[in-house]
């Protein structure tokens, strides 16, 4: 399998669990916790979480030039705007989370939004401010 699929199966596995998140939990606080304490702290990163953990995809940023480029080789590829939303759907929940756990996965997330015509949707009004079909995240 190659490095993208590889990205893009993490970033699925991770959706998986995001979707029970918002829809079956409804994004209560005590299923906030549980959730990050098995997909988002470095504590779960070894614990039994389905696979679906974001250090799995930071630590596959790292391995690509330490993280400070792409998600694979050195341009973009469907990897980099897959991992870009996963991870702008966590900083929506848990940003200061991110910020502090993750900094590679949100320096990547900074860099894509920055990229021509990413950066004007963004600022479009075609953007949704809530991006699930019961307004929460």
Request: net charge negative.
């Amino acid at each position: 399998m190659g490095m993208v699929d590889m990205l893009m199966d993490g970033v699925e596995s991770i959706r998986c669990e995001y979707v029970g998140l918002i829809y079956h939990d409804q994004l209560s606080d005590e299923a906030k916790s549980a959730y990050w304490q098995q997909h988002g702290s470095k504590e779960g990163a070894n614990a039994r979480n389905k696979g679906a953990h974001l250090d799995y995809l930071e630590q596959l940023l790292a391995r690509n030039g330490g993280g400070n480029g792409c998600a694979v080789g050195g341009g973009l590829t469907a990897a980099d705007v897959c991992v870009w939303e996963i991870v702008d759907l966590h900083l929506r929940i848990f940003k200061e989370q991110m910020e502090s756990h993750h900094p590679l996965l949100v320096a990547h997330h900074k860099r894509i939004a920055e990229l021509p015509g990413i950066r004007e949707y963004l600022a479009s009004p075609a953007r949704l401010e809530k991006v699930n079909n019961n307004n929460l995240g």
